[in-house]
Structure formats: C-alpha cells, structure tokens
C-alpha cells in the first residue's frame, strides 16, 4: 500500500524562510515530509509530480476579496459570486481566499451578516476561505458581538473612512478599535479622506468634468495620506493594531514606516494596481478608462510605482493582495456602464462602480515582474496573510504534519515562452481584465489544494471542484499585537491610558 497520497519530486522549494533542492510528500491533506531531494526514492504514493526543477510554493493566501456584495453605494454589483470569483482564484494559484461580509449601516447586527455570507459561500467555493466582517455600524449590539466573531473563527474586520454608506467617524473608530484590541481582533482600514474626495469631485462637477480620469483627480494623494496619518495616530492612542489595505502613495508609504519604526502595530497592505497602472490607465479614450476606476485610483506615475514596489522590497508593506472587486464593462444594469444614461451620455466618474478583478493575476504579474526575492514574493503574497489574519502555519507554510498540502508547482525558470495576458484565459464572470496586453513569464503549471491537484495547466486546466473549498476557523493573529497589555482606562484624576 502506498505510504504517501502524493510526492512533488525535483522541485525548487521556496517558502518565506527557506530555499532549496527539496521532495516533498503529502498524506491526508497535509505535508507529511519536506526532505532532501532523493530522500524520497523508495517511498511509494499514489501519485507522483515532476515538478522538473519548477519552485514549489505555498499557494496564494489572498486577503482582500469583494465577492458577491449587494451594492453598498450606487448601482452596480459584484460581476463574481463565490463560485466564479473562487474558481478564478484556483486557477491563478489562490488556494484561500478571505472575503468580507458586508454589514450594511441600517442594521444593527453583526451576526446576521456572517450567517448570510456563510449561506452564499457554502458548498460554492473552489478554495478554502474565511470572512473579515465589514463593520459599516459600530452599534453597541454589533460592538458587544465582536466576542461571538471570535468564538466563530472570525479575527478581522473591516472599517471605511470614506463612502457615504460606510464611512465611520473618528469616535466611531475609536470604539471598534478599542473593542477589538479587547477581543485580539485586527482591524483594516479603508485610509481615504471622504470630505476631501467631495468637495473636489464638486469641483470638477461645476466645470463640467465628467470623464473617468476625474476619478483620480477627485481621490487626490492628500485624501489617502491624510486618512493614513490620521488613523495611524487613532491606533497609537488606542494601542490597537491596524492593517492600513490598499495603500497607493509614497506619501502614505513614508507615514507607515515612519510609525513602524516608532514601534507603532501598523501593518500595510498594497495590491497589483499600484504596482502596474497609473493616471494613463485611466485616461483611455472614450470611457475606456473606467475599467481602471477602483479606490485609490492607480496613481500619477511609474515614480510612484516603483516607491510601492520598493515598500514591498523593504518590509514597509506586509501583504500584497488582489483587492478583487469586479464589475462588468459593456453592462449597463450592474456595470461600468451604469453611469451613461440620458443626463450622463459619456458618463460620470462619480457613479461608476469601483473596483477591478485581479484575483487570477496577482501571483502572476507580481512573480513574473522579476523585482522581488522569492522568499519575499512567498512571504508577501502567502506566508504574512496567513500570519496576520491568524492562518498559521496551517495556511502559508510547509510545516509536516501541521500545514494544509496547498502549493504551486511554477515553471522551471526561464523555460516558459513568454505571452500576454488576455480575458479570455482567465476564470472570473468578468468581460475584461485590466491587465489585458501585459507579458507574463509565469503561471501556476499545478496547484494542489489539501493534497488534490485541483489547476493542471497542460492537462485539463480547472481540475478542483465547486465545494470543495471549505471554511477556516481562523485564530487570533500572530503578527498584530499591541505593545501594552494592560486595559485602556480614563484614571480619576482625568489622565488616561494602559493600567
Ligand atoms: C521603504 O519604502 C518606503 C516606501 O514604500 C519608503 O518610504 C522608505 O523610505 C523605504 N525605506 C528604506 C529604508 O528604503
């Protein structure tokens, strides 16, 4: 009888600590052995991969994930439900995904909303998954059941500083941040100045500006770098570690490593826009350029880019995530094009649905950019989502006996011919892609998902199956903590802080 369900022979092995000429084997779903290769020789699996001298990775742990929302502000909904948007994922090497459960402001609940996300996602996915709870009303209810979130498994959530429909006040953070530091939860914030990005969306409506570019002048850099001091300063006061997600400028870059070097728990995130697009993406002709709306909008120039991706290099950023959030382009019901109409007829920037899928492409163009070391690319894009969202060692790593067997078998360097990127490779419900035209000199070849090989890319691409991602309780995480572990308390003589 075999000993093993499956060994990887020959590969690179690359996590986010080590490197080298390793097999591998996996038994029940988990990495049973990673040894020295030839070690394995004489064991016996039902199945063998050649990975031929390809990296072996952990597969993609992507946190940030917008699937199957109803529509929060404006029209427009989600183009990928959790099926699609999963097996999108699959087929880009993602192996866990964690998506939010939208609470909307007029309920009060947190749970009804976890319950309801659960029901979309049960027996959809293709990948594993969890949920960060999208707080948009820091009732006393839904504050009081951050308790039960953690007893489900659930140990992030998430706040916005901007949307009319979402955005909370500074009072309102701090209340979420003070309970979640109480219960070990991590908070993400949605750093944009609201008022700002109105008062000059205004400013362009009076002189008549209506094109998709305007987006990006109406979400000016000081609106992100603004919002980024300011909740960076509400996380100091509370002691409450923060997750700063999508960040686009230099400006916001330097205020995180500036409190990071201070010692503050603030954690960065940016995503494959802001290392690949920019203004021009947005100023196509026509209305073009909304297949590149999202917020932040892709900034001014390659000068920016390359800060972010120096922030990657250089441990500014944490996690790189897709922030798939996709919309349909020619769709006037819940599309892009659900802003031409009889008053619009080319449109207005303020109305088209924000967002862009990236879920497929993001280990891709971040892996076939050649900037990153692969130890980093590892710890960006698997390793530190999974620690700081409370994934580790079962997500993100190859630990025998204690990690999921989910990996990506990559090409041996520089033997794949090189092609561009085109929609129609890809796995979402999407009629476009923003990257359409890029070089990629990468793909996942396989991907195993608890030891089953679920992409084969020469051999029937999607093998995996709708419902055989299930949901992951998560832990608290192992990267944010506060530095103080006292209680936060307003003293009778008026001063206040950590007992
Ligand atoms: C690291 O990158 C950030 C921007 O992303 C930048 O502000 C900072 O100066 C860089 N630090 C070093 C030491 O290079």
Redesign the pocket.
Known sequence: MAEYDVIILNGLVVTDTEMGDYDIAIKDEKIAKVVARGDLKDAKAKKMIDAEGGYVMPGGVDGHVHLQEPPLFGKGSSADNYETGSRSAVCGGTTCMVTFAPQKKSEDTLLDTLHATHEKAKNNCYIDYSFHLLVGNPSERALSEFKTLREEGITSLKIYMTYEALKLDDGQILDVLLEARKQKITTMVHAENGEVIDWMTKQLEKRKLFAPKYHGTSHAPIAENEATFRVIQLSEFMDSPILIVHVST?EA??HI?SAQDRGIPIYAETCPQYLFLTKTDLDKPGFEGAKCVCSPPPRESEADCD??W??LA?G??TILSSDHCPFRYNDNVNGKKTCINDEYPNGHFKYIPNGIAGIETRLSLALGANRLDLKKFVELTSANPARLYGLYPLKGAFVEGKSDADLNIWYPPNTMQEFSLMNEMLHHNVDYTPFEGRTLKQWPRYTLLRGKVVWDRENGGLLGEKGYGKFVKREASSLAKPRNHGEWEIYEDGSFGFS
């Open positions: 230099p870059a330097a490593k800060i972010i120096d922030g250089n500014t950023f």
